[in-house]
């Protein structure tokens, strides 16, 4: 069985849950202090575009909540402008713009089953 870091696990449980980028920092934090959030930007970054290109996950953009049900899903071509940019992770109280990760279409089972074969 792979072991999880608790990065990989916080985005699986939001991924699962369709929760915008901000609630993925807060929840790894367990904080609402926006300049703590700050240091795993990159590291969910670079996660969400590994998980995304490999299938696990999807990265999607809405006008409303949730966006997977009003939104768009954003490209791989399209995504690291959005996660790699500070600004989609803000917490805002009525936001213009949604940004959400999804589960992917392939089973993050997958993701544990090559883990182990390494």
């Known amino acids: 069985m792979k072991s999880w870091t608790d990065d990989e696990y916080c985005l699986y449980v939001n991924a699962r849950e369709y929760a915008p980028l901000w609630v993925i920092l807060a929840d790894r934090t367990q904080s609402q202090d926006e300049n703590l959030w700050q240091q795993y930007i990159p590291v969910f970054s670079r996660l969400i575009l590994h998980w995304q290109r490999l299938g696990f996950i999807k990265l ?5 909540w949730p966006a997977p049900d009003g939104g768009d899903e954003v490209s791989l071509e399209k995504a690291a402008g959005v996660v790699e940019d500070p600004a989609s992770w803000k917490y805002e ?22 883990m182990e074969l390494q």
């Open 93 to 114: 109280a009525e936001p213009k713009v949604f940004w959400y990760i999804t589960v992917g279409d392939r089973d993050i089972d997958e993701l544990e089953e090559s």
């Open 60 to 64: 999607h953009r809405g006008s409303e």
